[in-house]
């Protein structure tokens, strides 16, 4: 007995030990707001009348200098080019404080992808430079920040009264697609971090803080839809003009080791065990606590092989499932057997701690796991660890938190 009350107090310190040791969740890196810059721009129209609008920029370089160089969005500076840059009295100017800017000129540009160079006269102690990744295939379903100034681009002066980093907007969401745009052949992430007019130009920031996209734009058609021009597409204007910039190393965001679970996991299983001897050795057990409800950020994960176990995270607005890339955030191949359109929505419930499924009115139905259909445009509540599937068993999708 006291053998087994020593083993159980060792494995009890080595689950502390373990648990100490497992590095916390993914946050967003505040530093990033030390890169990031508010962009005006002005130009005369037809009678000379000086118009502006502003968008935002990020500062690339070597980690650790001075920056000099400025990436955003080609449609932020559409009329100042139009005007014919400052030869035809276009404006362009970048803004640390409210009473603090400075005048920048366009390096290079490529309408057709909607990425733009900027230069300063000289390097600028005021921002530093963020490092740039190009966004890995694996990184699908993962979260990323969308940050930019409220209200900035395609609107006028007036509308924006104050310009520093700490005015800056984040914005979370995850990367739900990769696409190639149809006619430009530009690179996309499709994403439910909500933009604005003023996260034009802004970075899309990973969760090692490395800038992965540069957001451009919200979809016409379903309002939790958003896009950011892949860092990729940036890279050759970069490399075109020798502009210096650093790369972000290849590392793991921010998270939960497998490893540290394992070995956590193990020893919370064998304290589990010993404790329950010790506990059933006594006259009288214990009495049962209740049970706790699991917490964790919601996610679907598909079980269609053509997923190859995406997961889509949910962050309190509705996603829709089916064929239709341009609403659907879980989608599906055209001519999937079973799918429809738009084939049904799911939401999570934080107050019940459920997952919220919905048949859309689709052609073959939605099923619970065990072959039951939902009826249409009904909600089924479903815990967490739960599975449906898109008119046929190949399209299962289950819900869990992580």
């Not at 990436?71 to 009473?99: M, P, Q, R, S």
């Not at 679907?300 to 829709?320: E, K, N």
Request: hydrophobic share 40%; with cysteine; charged share 20%.
């Amino acid at each position: 007995m006291k053998k087994m009350r020593h083993l159980a107090a060792a494995l009890l310190a080595a689950l502390l030990l373990a648990v100490s040791a497992v590095p916390a969740q993914a946050e967003f890196d505040r530093n990033a707001l030390d890169g990031i810059v508010m962009i005006t721009t002005g130009a005369p129209d037809a009678d000379g009348k000086m118009g502006y609008w502003r968008g935002t920029g990020f500062f690339i370089g070597p980690e650790g200098e001075n920056p000099q160089y400025i990436v955003t969005n080609c449609h932020v500076l559409e009329e100042f080019i139009l005007a014919g840059k400052a030869l035809g009295g276009g404006e362009l100017h970048v803004l640390y404080e409210k009473d603090d800017e400075e005048e920048a000129y366009l390096v290079d540009y490529d309408a057709e992808k909607d990425v733009a160079v900027l230069r300063l006269a000289e390097p600028t102690d005021k921002r530093v430079p963020l490092l740039l990744k190009e966004p890995p295939e694996s990184s699908l379903g993962s979260e990323v920040y969308a940050v930019g100034y409220p209200l900035a681009a395609d609107v006028t002066v007036q509308a924006v009264t104050s310009f520093s980093q700490k005015d800056a907007t984040v914005t979370t969401g995850s990367i739900s697609r990769f696409l190639t745009e149809s006619g430009t052949g530009r690179k996309l992430l499709q994403t439910d971090a909500a933009l604005s007019g003023g996260n034009s130009g802004g970075p899309l920031i990973d969760g090692t803080g490395a800038v992965i996209g540069i957001n451009t734009a919200g979809s016409n058609l379903d309002q939790n839809l958003f896009y950011a021009v892949s860092v990729s597409e940036v890279l050759p204007l970069l490399v075109k003009n020798s502009i210096p910039y650093a790369l972000a190393e290849e590392k793991a965001e921010s998270g939960i080791s497998p490893l540290y679970i394992g070995i956590a996991a193990a020893a919370a299983a064998l304290v589990i065990v010993l404790a329950a001897v010790l506990i059933f050795r006594k006259k009288k057990p214990a009495a049962q606590s209740a049970p706790v409800r699991k917490t964790g950020t919601p996610i679907l994960r598909s079980m269609a092989p053509q997923h190859g176990g995406m997961t889509v995270q949910l962050h309190g607005t509705p996603v829709q499932l089916g064929r239709d890339a341009a609403v659907c955030r879980l989608v599906y191949q055209d001519g999937t057997p079973g799918v429809s359109s738009r084939h049904c929505q799911v939401f999570y419930d934080q107050k019940e701690g459920v997952f919220v499924v919905t048949d859309l009115n689709s052609t073959y139905g939605t099923f619970l796991a065990n072959g039951q259909r939902i009826a249409p445009n009904t909600p089924v509540k479903l815990p967490p660890q739960s599975a449906f599937y898109l008119g046929e068993a190949d399209n299962t999708v289950c819900t869990d938190l992580e």
